[in-house]
């Protein structure tokens, strides 16, 4: 190899290695500004507390991101939940799905399988009927993406 040729590759290798973490940067801002768009969408902009009301069982690591088994629940009259509203942080759509228990379900509750991408936070946000937000949420890892 040349001087010539080195210095060439050099170059570009080093131009590579100091864009990959800004593009990296961006993906992770583009997908937290799209999970808080999803959220504000359905909350109007309110932050949701942290409660132990809401309960969210999910794994800790799934290994197939296309059916990943999750539960969720808010320990609070049925009367008083309007909706469970699901989201996975860092999905390409992070609004997963929401559920309106009506009193015949006997008590708000949910148990589905949902898709992610990839390890992400998944949120279970309870909209109380007094206009009020509750939220759990748990880290899975997932080792197979699910999402395409």
Partial sequence: MNRRSFLKTTAVAASLAAVAPIVNVKSAKADENKFKEALNKITGGKTPKTSSDVKLVAPN????????????????????????????????????????????????????????????????????????????????????????
């Fill in 61 to 148: 690591i799934a290994e197939n991101g296309a059916v990943v088994p999750i539960k969720a629940s808010v320990n609070l009259p049925v009367e008083q939940v309007k909706a469970i509203h699901v989201f996975a942080k860092d999905n390409p759509n992070p609004y997963v799905f929401s559920f309106y228990p009506t009193t015949q379900n006997g008590e708000a509750f949910i148990s589905t399988r949902i898709k992610l991408a990839k390890t992400t936070e998944v949120y279970a946000v309870a909209e109380l009927n007094d206009g009020t937000f509750l939220q759990a949420f748990k880290k899975v890892k997932v080792t197979i993406g699910g999402c395409g």
